[in-house]
Every structure is written in structure tokens, then in C-alpha cells.
């Protein structure tokens, strides 16, 4: 027998975030069935990689404290994406699909699964940034949209697990207005950049950092996703459609690209990596060129809403700056309203990594099952 308040989670991607995920469900469902007055009762009844797939006997909770093992010892292929969103509507309750990959092909299912009555979190900016279509599809059919299915919440999609989503969304729903959004997005540029070319001299080289973010688990799975600035273009897509301008796709504006035309033609991000040394020294003279007039690089994005405007790329930022002065992976992202006038809402800190990103995507649980009580 299944308790009413069961609700059931498949996870879809255990890499760096999918795999803290997991241990932050573990946490909060212990949590939430120990809720005298109210207990949940969360079962994970889903896990999957690109390659291997389990999935409960009769609903039945998979066991968390093994599931890497499990996984491992699995020699089922993950079903297609339409036989899983079948499989996951005929559950018993209320479902909800974490989706921690980056995967399209998963994103643009985000209707049927939302059709069916499927919850959606994720940190997967595929689906709010691929075509406008696609979006309105998504909002369309979500019932935190103008539609009657399931749920979506995509926090971690935009500045991981800062509150960027949920505060443009509350001042656009409680009547600012918002003229610009401003900053840096990226997690990896920041870490790249701060650490490339501090303030007041040093660094390494360029190449030996896009390493480091790539073993500190800031990339992208695949880093030049974020050295082509399309990371970062996505994340203003989102903030663009959410104060209401139709941008078509995260490739219709301006975006500055850092990866060397002669990498282009590239099989792969292990080969891309292997060469990119080749080029570090056309960002030592990038560097150069900065400090000569006293300043330094660093990767931008800005969305003017009255211009109806986005672009991304390097700009050179006198030391003093709040931008220059970031560490880390720390993002920046400066909102400018009609209520805030010239001081804008700025909201500040780690920007990529496992475990807040994770956060971002727990939270977003934790409010639809709110909203499923
Ligand atoms: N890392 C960060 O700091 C942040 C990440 N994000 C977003 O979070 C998501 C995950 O990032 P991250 O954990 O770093 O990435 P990883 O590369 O570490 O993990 C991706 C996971 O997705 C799985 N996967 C890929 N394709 C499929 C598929 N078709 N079916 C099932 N599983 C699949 C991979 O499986 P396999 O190993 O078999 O390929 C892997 O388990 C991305 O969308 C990223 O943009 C957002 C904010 C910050
Ligand atoms: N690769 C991204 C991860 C978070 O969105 C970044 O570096 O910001
Ligand atoms: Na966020």
C-alpha cells in the first residue's frame, strides 16, 4: 500500500550536481517523513545515466544509501524518453523528474512529461533557452504557467543556487519595472578570469585554469559550452523571456566566443583541452592589453529591457569595480528597477559547483511539494 502523501522522484543524471542531489533528497526525506503534524514521503523510484537505468519493482523506494553501487551493477539501457514519462504517469502519486543533465533531447520532452502531470526541477537551461516555441510550450503546458499539468521550477538554471530566478520573477509579479540586468553568469568565466588575471597582477595561464574549473566541477560536461559564451547566453535568455521579451534562442544576439578558431574543428572537449595551451599566448596579450590601461578582463552579459538588447563578451574593468574584485566562482548579477533607482538589487556568490547548484534544485523540490500538499 502507498501512503497518500507518497510522493515519487526520478533522477535523471548523477554527475557532479545529480550525485549531491542525491544526498540532499536522502537528507530531506528523512526530514520530511519525520513531520508529525504533515509527513511526506518521498520515493526515489529512478536513476539514470546516459548509459545505465534503474527503476523500482512496483514503485517500491530504491534504496538511497546504495544506489551508486546499484547503478553500477545495473545492465538495463535507459528507456526512451517518451517510455519513461509512460512508465512515470502511471505511478500511484505525484511525481517529480529531477533532471540533472544537460541533455536537449530530455528538455524538449519537458511538455509531455508536464502534460502527463509530471513535476519538472532542474538546472538543465536547455529547455528555457532553446527556441521561443519550446518555452511557450513548456509554460504553456505547466500548471506554474498558463496550463493544467505538472509543475516546472528551474532555479539552479540561471546563477545556481543564488536566487536569481525567484527574484526577477517577484518584482516582475509584484509590478517593478525592470530597465537592465547586468553582471557576470558564469561560475567558470569568473573562476577563469579571477584567477587569470587577479587584481593587482599574477595568474597562471589561461589554459591550466580552464582545468582546474574543470576538475572544481564548474564547466559545463562539455567546457566549451562555456568558452563559446553560450552558457552565459542561455542564462540571459531566461532573464530576457522572464520580464517578458520574446527572445528566439540563446544564438540570436551578440556572444562573444574565447575558443581559438583553429579549435573549432575539435572532436571533442579531451582534445579541445589538449590544445587549448597552444593558445594561451593570444590571452597573455588579451592581458596585456588590459593592464596597459590599468584595468582588467572580464567575461559580461547584460540584458537592456528597454532596447530590447542582450549581449555577452570580455570587457575591461578598472580595478576598483565590484566585478573586478569577484573571487572564486562568485557571480555578480545586478538588477536595475524602477524601485531600486540607481542603487540596483544585487545579489552575490558562488555561481557553479555541486553542491549549490544541488541546493538550487532541492529548494525548487521543496516548493512543489509544497504546492502538491
Ligand atoms: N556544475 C555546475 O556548477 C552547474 C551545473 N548546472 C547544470 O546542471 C546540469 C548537470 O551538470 P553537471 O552535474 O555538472 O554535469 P555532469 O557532466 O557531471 O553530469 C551529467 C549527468 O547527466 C547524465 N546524462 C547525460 N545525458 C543523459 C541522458 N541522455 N540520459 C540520462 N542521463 C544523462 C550523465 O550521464 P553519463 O555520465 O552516462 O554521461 C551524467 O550523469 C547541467 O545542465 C548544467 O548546466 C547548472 C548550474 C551549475
Ligand atoms: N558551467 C556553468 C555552470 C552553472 O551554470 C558555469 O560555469 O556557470
Ligand atoms: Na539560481
Known amino acids: 500500500m502507498f501512503h497518500p502523501k507518497q510522493v515519487f522522484i526520478a533522477v535523471i543524471g548523477t554527475g557532479g550536481v545529480g550525485r549531491t542531489f542525491l544526498s540532499q533528497l536522502h537528507f530531506l526525506g528523512s526530514k520530511l517523513c519525520q513531520d508529525a503534524s504533515s509527513p511526506i514521503y518521498l520515493s526515489t523510484i529512478v536513476l539514470s545515466t546516459s548509459k545505465k537505468f534503474i527503476s523500482s519493482t512496483d514503485y517500491h523506494p530504491i534504496h538511497l544509501d546504495s544506489w551508486e553501487k546499484d547503478l553500477a551493477a545495473s545492465t538495463t539501457t535507459p528507456p526512451s524518453f517518451s517510455d519513461l514519462a509512460e512508465y512515470l504517469s502511471k505511478a500511484p502519486n505525484k511525481v517529480v523528474l529531477v533532471d540533472n543533465t544537460s541533455n536537449e533531447t530530455l528538455a524538449e520532452a519537458y511538455p509531455l512529461f508536464l502534460k502527463k502531470g509530471i513535476n519538472i526541477v532542474t538546472p538543465n537551461k536547455k529547455a528555457f533557452s532553446g527556441s521561443y516555441e519550446l518555452w ?4 504553456g503546458a505547466a500548471a506554474n504557467g498558463s496550463g493544467i499539468g505538472g509543475y516546472v521550477f528551474h532555479e539552479s538554471s540561471v546563477g545556481a543556487g543564488l536566487p536569481v530566478i525567484s527574484t526577477l520573477k517577484e518584482l516582475v509579479e509584484t509590478g517593478d519595472e525592470v530597465y ?45 559550452d562555456d568558452l563559446n559564451g553560450q552558457d552565459v547566453a542561455r542564462k540571459l535568455t531566461i532573464l530576457a523571456r522572464l520580464v517578458g521579451l520574446p527572445v528566439e534562442s540563446s544564438t540570436s544576439f551578440p556572444v562573444q566566443s574565447l575558443i581559438p578558431s583553429e579549435l573549432e574543428g575539435c572532436k571533442s572537449g579531451d582534445e579541445f583541452l589538449q590544445r587549448l595551451g597552444e593558445f594561451d599566448g593570444k590571452m597573455e596579450e588579451l592581458k596585456k592589453g588590459a593592464a596597459s590601461e590599468g584595468k582588467v578582463v572580464r567575461f559580461v552579459g547584460s ?71
Open 303 to 373: 540584458v537592456d529591457v528597454a532596447k530590447n538588447k542582450v549581449k555577452v563578451g570580455l570587457e575591461n574593468f578598472d580595478p576598483s569595480h565590484p566585478i573586478a574584485a569577484l573571487k572564486g566562482s562568485d557571480n555578480i548579477i545586478s538588477f536595475y528597477t524602477k524601485r531600486y533607482g540607481d542603487n540596483p538589487l544585487i545579489i552575490q556568490g558562488a555561481g557553479a559547483g555541486g553542491e549549490v547548484t544541488a541546493m538550487g534544485v532541492t529548494a525548487d523540490l521543496i516548493k512543489v511539494l509544497r504546492l502538491l500538499r
Open 136 to 139: 511557450q510550450n513548456i509554460f
Open 180 to 224: 537592465r540586468i547586468e553582471g557576470v553568469f558564469s561560475g567558470t568565466m569568473s573562476f577563469l578570469f579571477n584567477s587569470f588575471m587577479p587584481v593587482g597582477g599574477g595568474g597562471s595561464s589561461f589554459s591550466a585554469e580552464v582545468k582546474k574549473a574543470k576538475e572544481l566541477g564548474y564547466t559545463e560536461p562539455d567546457p566549451r
